[in-house]
């Protein structure tokens, strides 16, 4: 089945900006929704692979509504998240005044394919559930590794690909019927969430990852599966 919100080449960034627009208010709940709240888990588990330090700077890609921003800034250090959505910034944002507002966190609209920084500034980078939307993830990764000081810890946290054969076609048969049916339900289109499974189609998901990590000459580069690899977190350090 093809979906709307997913185009490739030159038209992707509208379509996924689209859907972001529409489902921004709900995205929290949708993925608590159907992650069976896991999704915190594993954002948790993020920022304790960041190995926060005193005076760290972190920036957190496609940060959307800000949890791992959010979880960053809570460790001390000065956290900045990206996002390409207004809408989701917009909620981030309504989060951050409802909370303690420290001064150690931002968020900024931009692309994470152009980030507006320079080279060598970040000591930690982050994207979670953001990569395979880029309409070039390879680009995203080489933007992470750019704006990465030597020492730096890059992860990424996304859908995976299960790589027993069973437990794949079980998994995308879910996302195929139950997903879909999560969109209708409570954003009144079956294909807004449709849109996971169709970009996990066109993503390749960790290991292709863990490769271009290591063919930027990232340090202690590996593979987390989660869920027997149904989702995962990759993770490198920058050289010094």
Known sequence: MSNEFYAPGDQRAAKVNDLFARIARRYDFLNDLQSFGLHRRWKRQ???????QPGNRALDLC??????????????????GLDFSPQMLEVAAQRQLAGANPPNLRFIQGDAQQVPYPENVFDIVTVGYGLRNLTSWEQGVDEMYRVAKPGARLIVLDFGKPPNALWRALYFTHLQLSVPLIGLLFCGNA?????????LKHYPAQLA?????????????RVINL??????????????
């Open 227 to 240: 869920l027997g690899g149904a989702m995962a977190i990759n993770y490198g350090e920058k050289a010094g």
């Open 191 to 199: 294909q807004a969430y449709a849109y996971i499974l169709e970009s």
């Open 46 to 52: 993020v920022v304790e692979l960041a190995q926060t």
């Open 209 to 221: 990852v863990a490769e271009k990590m290591r063919a930027l000459n990232l340090k202690n580069v």
């Open 63 to 80: 940060c959307g509504t800000g949890d791992i921003t959010f979880a960053l800034a809570k460790r001390g250090v000065d956290a900045t």
